[in-house]
């Protein structure tokens, strides 16, 4: 499955972003869907993942409350709400699926494609 990550962009300290993540050629089912987190200088971290069929979700502690993942059936999409950002979101953002089971969704050797990237740059 091929992945397209977008959305990101420049926003203030308390702004909100949301990011999308399309997959190409076929649908999401049987997958989880997760988002995760490079910024400058520092390893990808996991950020928040949803499966397709049931929808359970699972977010870093960094941003429970402040980010939302949710599904669109209609444009076959996964977005990422991102509210009360801070400089510290500052990072590329991918999406990218795994068929692990929700103990694995936070490690980044589960997922089998990523998409792209998408920069989300917070200033203070």
């Known amino acids: 499955v091929q992945l397209q990550a977008s959305g990101g962009g420049l926003v203030q300290t308390g702004g909100s972003l949301r990011l999308s993540c399309a997959a190409s050629?076929?649908?999401?089912?049987?997958?989880?869907v997760g988002w995760f987190r490079r910024a400058p200088g520092k390893e990808r971290d996991f950020v928040a993942a949803?499966?397709?069929?049931?929808?359970?979700?699972s977010y870093a502690d960094s941003v429970k409350g402040r980010f939302t993942i949710s599904k669109d059936y209609a444009k076959n999409t996964v977005n990422l709400q991102m509210n009360s950002l801070r400089p510290e979101d500052t990072a590329v953002y991918y999406c990218?699926?795994?068929?692990?089971?929700?103990?694995?969704?936070?490690?980044?050797?589960?997922?089998?494609?990523w998409g792209q990237g998408t920069l989300v740059t917070v200033s203070s």
């Open positions: 949803i499966r397709w069929s049931g929808g359970t979700t």
């Open positions: 990218a699926v795994t068929r692990g089971p929700f103990s694995t969704w936070s490690s980044e050797a589960m997922y089998l494609a």
């Open positions: 050629e076929r649908t999401f089912g049987g997958y989880t």
